[in-house]
């Protein structure tokens, strides 16, 4: 009889964190079904409330995440930032240090972006995203030895990797290796005849050598295929001033406004036209 007391004992003593449990996890449940179904709002608050059942609780990153993105997706970027943080605090995972690092390039802070791509890399070494990234970031920073050595080690890994080819090109161009720019280029337009990008890249790179013709013929292939990408616009405007017709090149910046450049863009390009 006492042992049967015992039991039931242990049973009350533990119902509470039973229901507990089960009610974190009803909560996550609807969040998640919030989440799908858009309503953000009150995602944002069933997400606090959960949090507020167990502070402490590991899973409670994942909730952090979900709270990070829908401050993302309301502009609310600081938010953001702090939600991201706070999981993170809790448990590093590579998805949070991605989502963090990707709000800090969005918003212009490549050292930190740089710090969150350098942890996840300590965790996954092979982690693509964060080779790209940290190689673009390094690119910048004219930093190209580092740069090469990410782009490389991304290729190896996916030598398919548009992004990553086309990345090693540019570093290419700008670290004096025109040829070798030039050949990825031309090796990424047969790959991908469709992508606009690759022409108005390999549309500077002819500007750069003063083939004034074949630039022309890149930035036009360009603006068929993408007719209302202002960048197209913009660099074809380039051309034209490198080829000294101004008229052109002002048309051009004009159509580029009304596709939606911005005058940051257009206004050094205007000046130069006139």
């Known amino acids: 009889m006492k042992s049967v007391r015992s039991l039931l004992l242990l049973v009350f003593c533990l119902l509470p964190v039973l229901t507990h449990g089960q009610l974190y996890e009803q909560s996550v449940r609807q969040i998640i079904d919030a989440i799908a179904a858009d309503s953000l709002v009150k995602a944002e608050g069933m997400i606090r409330e959960t949090l507020q059942l167990d502070p402490s609780r590991k899973s409670n990153a994942i909730l952090y995440q979900y709270l990070g993105e829908i401050y993302q997706l309301q502009g609310k970027n600081d938010k953001a930032l702090e939600a991201y943080g706070s999981g993170i605090k809790l448990s590093p995972t590579v998805s949070l240090l991605l989502s963090r690092a990707s709000l800090y390039m969005q918003t212009s802070n490549m050292e930190r972006a740089l710090s969150d791509y350098n942890q996840v890399l300590e965790i996954e070494e092979d982690n693509e995203e964060s080779l790209f990234f940290r190689a673009y970031i ?42 070798e720019a030039m050949e990825q280029l031309d090796a990424l337009i047969l790959l991908y005849p469709t ?80």
């Open 138 to 179: 390094y690119s910048q920073q004219r930093r190209n030895k580092e740069a090469r050595a990410d782009y490389t080690h991304l290729l190896k890994l996916n030598p398919k990797h548009e992004d990553g080819r086309l990345g090693l090109a540019i570093l290419n161009s700008k670290d004096g290796r025109p040829r």
């Open 195 to 274: 992508h606009a990008r690759h022409y108005l890249t390999r549309c500077g790179l002819y500007e750069q050598r003063k083939e004034y013709e074949n630039a022309l013929k890149d930035v036009e292939k360009a603006i068929e295929l993408e007719p209302e990408n202002h960048d197209c616009y913009l660099t074809r405007a380039s051309l034209y001033l490198s080829m000294k017709k101004k008229r052109l090149a002002r048309e051009d910046c004009q159509t580029a406004i009304r596709l939606g450049a911005s005058m940051e863009q257009v206004a050094p390009l205007l000046s130069r036209s006139r």
